[in-house]
Structure formats: C-alpha cells, structure tokens
C-alpha cells in the first residue's frame, strides 16, 4: 500500500513517488480533516468571485506549504478539468440571461458563463486543499482520524481497505494483462478486442470477490469481529492551535468577502 494517499494512483504504475516533509505533516490528522472539511464548505457556498479568487490563493499557499510535487499535483488538476470542460462549455448556451454572443444560432449567456467560471474556481480551491492536508496523510493515519471524529466504523473501514488494496487489484490486472500478451493479443478497434476487454474486466471482478472472500475468512479466524481498534497517539499541539487559529481567520476573511463582494 502507498505510505501516502498522494501517491495511491501512481503506484500503479511502478513510479518512485517520494514526499518531502512539511510543516502541515506536523499537524494533528484530526485537526487537518476538520479544517479542510470547513474550507471546502466555506468555498462551496461562496458566491463571490473576490472570495473565491482569495480562496483559491489560500489553497496555492497550503499547497506550497505541504511541499507536494509540482509535476504531479498538475496532472491531477489537468485531469479534473478534462471532466469538467464540458461543463464550461454547456453552461454559457444553457443559462437563462442576457445574451452574450451567439453560435451557430445558439445564444450564450453571460451570466452561465459566470457561473462556469464559478464553479471552476470552487472545484480548484478545494482539490488543492483537499491534496496539500489529506494527500500527504497515509490511510492508516487518515482511519484513525475519521474514527477519533466518530465517523461510523463501515465507512473507516471501506475506506482502508479500498485504499489497501487498489494496489492489489492493480497488480492482478497487470498479471492479466501480461497473459494476454504472452498470447500474441494486441489491442485494437474491433469486436475481438472489445470482447477481450469485457472479458478482463469480469474475471478482474470474480477474482477481487474471490480475493475479499479469502480476506475476510482470514480476518474471521484471527478474532475479527468488525470493531476498528485505536493504536495511535494523537495530541493536539501548540503548533495545531496556531494554526488552526490563524485558519480560522482566513476562512473569516472569505466569508466576509462574499459580503463585500
């Protein structure tokens, strides 16, 4: 499993991903969930371009502080807004309002282009968060905290063991895939190798069930009984009050520029 949740979809690919320390590593988890779980709701129902705008500044700032990988914090972002393109495009042509150019006869409005460009804002703010307090906290670290915050224990424990065993599932891919190979299969745009693929993704299926069933009869005669156990030694510090404190402030400055704004 990777140490990091940063690096839970690189691992993949057999990658060397390496996470420099920080200062937010410093921070108690719980205090970090609580905080970026308040930003993301402060930024959500921002309705102001100033806020949003300073929103996004805080999150670039967090994001420096973490010290995460340039390169690979960009292709996480590049790939949010490849989902989201289509969005951007849409809304313009069918958003109520005054008209601000028209299209092959479409009218587009330039209050949907606002609100677009608003919601692009909100999506970048918080991924940004959400990378520089959670991704650079390992799964176990991130368990622990959901469970101190009395988060139910089925979500915990989906949780990890989703995380667990991504690599898992994704080194018996990798293991299909190479048998495959080895029988001269070549993708390509026809029946055969749709037909193929459907056929890698339901054995890739039955063998996980097959595999969580053999975990969870293990799990069952080590004494499992579904209860998420505590190990951990989690204090809150002079430096997580500081911090929070003056996070505090910040998300009181942006909640006071959707007024002014």
């Known amino acids: 499993m990777p140490q990091y949740l940063e690096h839970s979809g690189t691992s ?16 108690d988890p719980r205090v970090r969930v609580v905080l970026v779980c308040a930003f993301a709701l402060t930024v959500v129902l921002s309705h102001s371009f100033i806020a949003l705008t300073a929103g996004v500044g805080v999150a670039l700032i967090l994001a420096l502080m973490a010290r995460l990988n340039l390169r690979r914090t960009l292709r996480r972002v590049i790939a949010m807004d490849m989902f989201m393109i289509f969005l951007i495009i849409l809304l313009p042509f069918t958003t109520p309002g005054e008209t601000w150019f028209t299209l092959l006869g479409l009218s587009a409005s330039k ?35 959901l469970a101190r915050l009395r988060v139910p224990d089925k979500l915990v424990h989906l949780m990890l063991f989703t995380v ?51 975990i969870m009869d293990a799990m069952k005669c080590r004494g499992y009984q579904g209860k998420f156990y505590l190990y951990d030694d989690m204090r809150v510090t002079r430096s997580d009050v500081v911090f929070s404190g003056f996070f505090s402030v910040l998300l009181t400055l942006l909640i006071g520029l959707n007024f002014y704004g």
């Not at 307090?133 to 176990?140: P, Q």
């Open 12 to 27: 993949w690919q057999g990658q060397t991903v390496k996470h420099r320390p920080s200062p937010i590593d410093r921070l």
């Open 111 to 145: 209050a949907g282009f606002l609100h677009a460009l608003m919601i692009l804002l909100k999506a970048h703010a918080v991924v940004l968060a959400l990378l520089a307090l959670l991704g650079t906290l390992s799964a176990s670290h991130l368990g622990h905290a």
């Open 164 to 214: 667990r065993y991504l690599d898992v599932i994704g080194q018996e891919y990798k293991r299909m895939r190479r048998a495959m190979q080895a029988r001269a299969f070549v993708l390509s745009t026809n029946r055969h190798t749709w037909r193929s693929i459907g056929y890698l993704v339901g054995m890739l299926l039955v063998h996980s069930i097959e595999r969580s069933e053999r």
